[in-house]
């Protein structure tokens, strides 16, 4: 292993264009669990709380469990030590952007700047009807569903919901820096969902290296994983980190 974060960090110095694509994986140990897999949350919840359509037709009991998974338990949530390791190595001139699947902030929190959500923030609530966006800080979540001052129609978390198209503007950027990337690391995404994991196979298709961060073999890793660095997104970029500061 050490090894490979050796010849990791040598062709990422050398990268003139580099990138992560992130997954639920990053934040597993920041405690956020993922919503697929033997821990998901759909094990939990019913998935249709989170369908465009149900939820426009049930939204005061959509946002019950909205409330309870994204602004009660995932509002404890803080980077860890692989978020931050990525937002030093973007103020380093190390990497030039994060395309992330995640909708939990974290990268932001711990400090990057360059930031493209492929699926939205959850951080953000929009008014269906005039379009007003809100910071979560400002709701009253004890009100269900919350509503917007201007118009009193239901706010929706800002993230996308099943039977939504991704946010242009994050779509655009994302494939092009995967385009422009020499190196692409993939943190913690197994390659099951897409469009986004179109994502780094873009990059691969461009000439970029792919290095791969994963506790176990993903989608990814016979298809165009160039290195895998088998282990927790934390310690791995912390060792990581070590090479490249």
Known sequence: ???????????????????????????????????????????????????????LTNAEECWIYIREIFYDFFAEAKPNEAHLTLAKMESSGIMNAVVTQNIDNLHYQAGSKTVYEFHGNSKKLKCLKCGK????????????????????????????????????EAYSSSFAAAEKAEVC???????EVTPASYVPRTAKQAGATIIEINPEETIFTSAITDIHLKGKASEILTLLGKQLF
């Open 1 to 55: 292993m050490e090894l490979l974060i050796k010849e990791a960090a040598r062709i990422i110095k050398e990268s003139k264009s580099t990138i992560a694509f992130t997954g639920a994986g990053i934040s597993v140990e920041s405690g956020i669990p993922p919503f697929r897999g033997e821990h998901g949350l759909w094990n939990k919840y019913n998935p249709e709380v989170l369908d465009l359509g149900y939820f």
């Open 133 to 168: 966006v809100y910071h979560a800080a400002e709701i009253d979540f004890t009100q269900i569903p919350p509503t917007c001052v201007n118009d009193g129609e239901v706010l929706k978390p800002d993230f996308i919901f099943f039977g939504e198209g991704i946010p242009s």
């Open 185 to 191: 690391l993939i943190i913690g995404s197994t390659g």
